[in-house]
């Protein structure tokens, strides 16, 4: 969700949320090394609980 710390799992079929992942320790570790980093961008799912997510003008996360 635009300007969250959360992604969210969606079943399509049924439109609803089946899981929250909250990145907010992410990003406070990430402002450690950046503070401009503010929200998640470029997020993409791999598997499980595995994702490439990128800041806001591509500062990588992890």
Not at 6 to 16: A, E, H, V
Not at 26 to 38: A, D, F, P, Q, S
Not at 41 to 62: M, S, V, Y
């Amino acid at each position: 969700m635009w300007k969250s710390r959360y992604i969210y799992k969606i079943n399509l079929s049924t439109k609803r949320v089946e899981k929250i992942f909250n990145c907010t320790e992410l990003i406070n570790y990430c402002k450690k090394i950046n503070r401009n980093i503010n929200e998640l961008n470029g997020i993409a799912h791999i598997k499980d609980n595995l994702f490439l997510i990128l800041g806001k003008n591509g500062q990588e996360f992890f």
